[in-house]
Each structure stands twice: as structure tokens, then as C-alpha cells.
């Protein structure tokens, strides 16, 4: 089966942070998960180059757009490696690749009958690039977002017939409610439409820097369309030869966070409906992370910078945190303290040490050699279906809950230490065939743990599954490697902090 997982492009005027970082681990999460499920995946992320805000930097910056695009695209795939993400291709809205697929398509739309020519006049906000209706203006004619001035807007341009498909969305997140997750963000989808749709502006005359319309080149494409189409262009060049299009659309998932929900949900499907191409599977619509109780944005001046995280302690425990501490779809509040504790009780100690204390006990205990025996029936009814269950979670991008069922088995491992005591066993010849139970269930159930582990935790994983003479990735039940293995011990996984 195909799966295709995708991350907003960013904008190209910035610097990447933590939010960023956020939905790319999140989409990686899925990715690496799938790759161990034996799927065909491909996973896009990239950067959003054209609009006025990104032609207004570089003025000020004396630079022109594409070097300044060029410059933050490095900046944005440099954030990707560190996080540690697989993506298969990384677009930017300038490769020519992307602004031919982009003119094929709105030549489609129009060829469809759903692009007219008319006179916009209204409030546009340049910070999101979006024309506000009357319930998304704050007082005094602001963004709500952004909390500044919005302009007013009139001019000359084409439109686009968004107003032809308001039955047509409404029944689609109707009868296939799982299309937009989590489920109160289907609920704000639905609102949205069912207010009533207005036709939107296609395109913009006062701006330059963008994908130039064919039949009206002093016209460029409205930078949404534009960027939403970077998950479908994607395919068509990704891979230089082959079109991967019939391989991998519709996608799988598209992950984002609130703030561009209207677009994806609404404006997106609309805009493929508009030119005869599958709508996306699903999108899911994560919260934001929260400095306190504020947003994290360059602006506020309050962002926990993912590169100092990551230098200090390694991407697993970024990738960890996140997903631990935040229930995935919901805002969340993240803190330095709230780190280090996670870090400590739960990947140093929990994991950490349930592997160290294994490693090394089979290592003393067994001269290395993991030993066979009968799975313990002990443990069994705790693994049982374990990798299912966390496929089944993980099937609705459910990542904090499928971690959180992972780590119950972490723990479970940890008491059942505490309960065997093989440092008992060890003392008395008697308990020796015990011994060797209770050290292959353990090596057994650690390795299980390490598998499912692994997309958020790829670097220790990997180097753990190494030491347990785990050579593949695939996910496995309890009891399913008979012992005999050879194993080695590591170096610790997670060290402790120094002051
Ligand atoms: N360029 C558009 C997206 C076009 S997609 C076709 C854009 N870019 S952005 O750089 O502003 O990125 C917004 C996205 O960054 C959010 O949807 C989310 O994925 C991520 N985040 C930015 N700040 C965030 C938080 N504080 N918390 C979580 N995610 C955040 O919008």
C-alpha cells in the first residue's frame, strides 16, 4: 500500500523554530512507522518562496527574493537533518518543476468553467496573504492573528468560483467524517462552510514575485493556491523520471496546525475539486506549542530554539518531548524544566536504564548470550497485540497515545525486573532454567519496545537494536525471536545531564 505524508511548506522569509520542527517530526513519525509497516511511503516537506512578504523582505534586505528564498530554503532543509526526518523530496514553490505543474492546473480550473474575471475590494491581511471576511476582522479593521492593521484591498483580478462548492464539501466531511481530524477541527471546517462560501481572488495584480498566470501574465497566481499545490506538483518531478503522481495522490495525510485550516480543509479541496482531481485523504490539524500560555512566534520573541535543544541533548529527546508532553492535536504548554524532567524520569531512566540493566545482566549472567526459553506468560498478556494496537493509533496519527501505550509497556518491563529479580535467580543454581526465562523475556520485550519505539526515538533505537543483534526494522510480537542471540552492552542511551 502507498502511503504519502506531507508538512506545511514554510514560509521562506523566516527562521525556522520550534513549531516548524513540530509538524516536520510529527510527519517523520508516521513516515518511519509506515517504512517498518513494509508501506511505500513518501513523505514531502519544503518551502513556500512567492508573496508580498517575501518580496518586502528582501527589499529591505537589498537582496533580491530569490536570494533571499534561496538563503532561508537552506536554512529550512538544514532544520529537516536536524530533526533527524526522512522526507524523500524537499520542493520549493520556485522550482520550475512546481510553477509548470501549477500553471497546468489553474489552466484546467479555468478550462472547467470555475475562473472569472472581476473586482475585488475588501480587507486582506499580508502577513497570512488572506482576504478576511467579516468574522475573522478584529476591531479597528485588524487581523485577529496577527493583531495588525489589515488592508484594504481593490482591485482587478481573477476570481475563483469557490462559492460552486459548498454542497459538495459539506457532504464530503459529512459522509466521510474522518477526513478532517482531530474531530472538533471538522466541526470548525463544517462552521466555516456552512456560513456560505464567497468566491475568492485567484490571482493579484499589484504583486510580482509569484507563478504568473499563462493566459495573463501581469497576473500572478494568489500565493495559497500556489503553495497548496506544492503537495500535488511534488509528485510530478520529485523523482526526475518517474511521475510518481498515480503512485502516490491522493495523500495519505496532510499534517498542519491550526492556523491554516480554512485553506487545507476548505480552499484546497475546493480548488481540486475545481480541477478534477482527487481530493486528499486526510488531513490532520495539530495545536500549537506554547511558550506559558503564548504562542511561540519569532515575533513574540518567545521561541525555544530546537537547534540548542538538539545540540545539547540529541534530536531522540526533542522528538520524544514533544509528543510526550503535548497530546497531539491539542495546544500544549512546553518549558526548559518540563524537558529536563521528561529527559531524566523517562527516556534516562525508564528506557535508559531497562536496557543498560539488560544488556548488562545477559552479558553477566549468560556470557552475552540471550537465552532461550519459553516466553514468560507473565509478560504475555501485556504484549499481546502490542503492535497492533500501536498500528491502529498510529493508522488515525494518533502519536502522543501510541507512545503513551508504548511506554506502559516500558514500564511493565521495568516492575517485571522488580518482580523477578534475576540478581536473585543469579545466586542459586536451583533457579537457573527460571533465570533464563526471566533474561529472554526481558531481552524479548525490550526488543519489542525498541521497534515500536523507533520512529520517535530513531538515533538511540537504532543503536540499541544494533547491541540486541536486531538487524531489521520490522515490528514484531512478543515471543516471535527465539533466543540464542548474541548481545552486547552499550554505552548509556541517554546520559545523565551535567549542571
Ligand atoms: N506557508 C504557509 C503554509 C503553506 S502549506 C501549503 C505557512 N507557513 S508557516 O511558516 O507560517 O508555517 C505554519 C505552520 O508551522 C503551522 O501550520 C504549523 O505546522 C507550524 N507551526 C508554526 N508555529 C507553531 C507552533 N507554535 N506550534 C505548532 N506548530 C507550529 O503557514
Not at 513523505?43 to 508580498?52: A, Q
Not at 506544492?230 to 503512485?247: H, I, K, P, V
Not at 495539530?286 to 518567545?302: A, V
Amino acid at each position: 500500500m502507498s502511503f504519502y505524508v506531507t508538512t506545511p511548506i514554510f514560509y521562506g522569509n523566516g527562521d525556522p523554530h520550534l513549531g516548524h520542527a513540530y509538524s516536520t517530526m510529527a510527519a517523520d513519525i508516521l513516515a518511519r512507522h509506515m517504512r517498518q509497516r513494509g508501506e511505500d511511503v513518501f513523505f514531502l516537506t519544503g518551502t513556500d518562496e512567492h508573496g508580498e512578504p517575501i518580496a518586502q523582505a528582501a527589499e529591505k534586505q537589498g537582496i533580491t527574493p530569490q536570494e533571499l528564498v534561496d538563503r532561508s530554503a537552506g536554512r529550512f532543509r538544514d532544520m529537516v537533518g536536524k530533526v533527524n526526518a526522512t522526507n524523500d523530496f524537499f520542493i520549493r514553490t520556485t522550482d520550475q518543476g512546481h510553477i509548470e505543474r501549477v500553471q497546468a492546473v489553474v489552466n484546467k480550473v479555468k478550462e472547467n468553467g470555475y475562473v472569472y474575471e472581476g473586482t475585488y475590494e475588501g480587507w486582506y491581511c499580508p502577513r497570512c496573504a488572506d482576504f478576511k471576511n467579516e468574522n475573522e476582522i478584529g476591531p479597528g479593521d485588524t487581523c485577529l492573528i496577527h493583531e495588525i492593521p489589515l488592508d484594504r484591498e481593490s482591485e482587478q483580478n481573477w476570481f475563483f468560483k469557490l462559492s460552486a462548492f459548498e454542497t459538495e464539501l459539506e457532504r464530503l466531511y459529512e459522509e466521510n467524517p474522518e477526513r478532517i481530524q482531530p474531530d472538533f477541527r471538522r466541526n470548525e471546517a463544517l462552521a466555516f462552510i456552512r456560513q456560505g462560501l464567497n468566491d475568492i481572488s485567484l490571482s493579484r495584480s499589484q504583486i510580482s514575485w509569484g507563478v504568473p498566470l499563462s493566459w495573463d501574465p501581469d497576473q500572478v497566481m494568489y500565493v495559497w493556491f500556489d503553495a497548496l499545490l506544492n503537495y500535488y506538483t511534488a509528485l510530478g518531478y520529485a523523482s526526475g523520471e518517474e511521475d510518481l503522481t498515480d503512485r502516490f495522490w491522493p495523500a495519505s495525510w496532510h499534517i498542519i496546525a491550526k492556523d491554516i485550516l480554512k485553506f487545507h480543509t476548505v480552499y484546497w479541496p475546493a480548488f481540486l475539486m475545481a480541477a478534477g482531481i482527487e481530493v486528499p485523504q486526510r488531513i490532520f490539524i495539530h495545536g500549537y506549542l506554547l511558550m506559558g500560555d503564548k504562542k511561540m512566534s519569532k515575533s513574540l520573541g518567545n521561541v525555544l530554539d530546537p537547534f540548542e535543544v538538539i545540540e545539547k541533548f540529541g534530536a531522540d529527546a526533542l522528538r520524544f518531548y514533544c509528543f510526550r508532553e503535548v497530546s497531539f492535536g491539542q495546544d500544549g504548554s512546553i518549558s526548559t524544566e518540563g524537558f529536563e524532567t521528561r529527559y531524566e524520569t523517562e527516556l534516562a531512566n525508564d528506557f535508559g536504564n531497562l536496557a543498560s540493566r539488560t544488556l548488562a545482566m545477559v552479558t553477566r549472567y549468560r556470557d552475552g548470550v540471550q537465552p532461550d526459553a519459553e516466553p514468560d506468560p507473565l509478560l504475555a498478556a501485556d504484549f499481546d497485540g502490542a503492535p497492533a494496537r500501536i498500528e491502529a493509533l498510529l493508522d488515525e496519527a494518533q502519536l502522543s497515545q501510541a507512545l503513551e501505550e508504548i511506554w506502559v509497556l516500558v514500564r511493565r518491563l521495568n516492575r517485571y525486573v522488580e518482580e523477578a529479580q534475576p540478581w536473585v535467580l543469579a545466586k542459586n543454581e536451583a533457579d537457573a532454567a527460571r533465570l533464563d526465562q526471566v533474561l529472554y523475556s526481558l531481552t524479548e520485550g525490550l526488543r519489542i519496545v525498541t521497534l515500536l519505539l523507533h520512529p520517535w526515538l530513531p538515533e538511540s533505537t537504532a543503536k540499541l537494536l544494533e547491541a540486541l543483534g536486531q538487524e531489521d526494522l520490522g515490528l514484531a510480537g512478543y515471543g516471535s525471536r527465539a533466543g540464542g542471540t548474541k548481545v552486547e552492552k552499550t554505552e548509556p542511551l541517554f546520559p545523565k545531564l551535567q549542571e
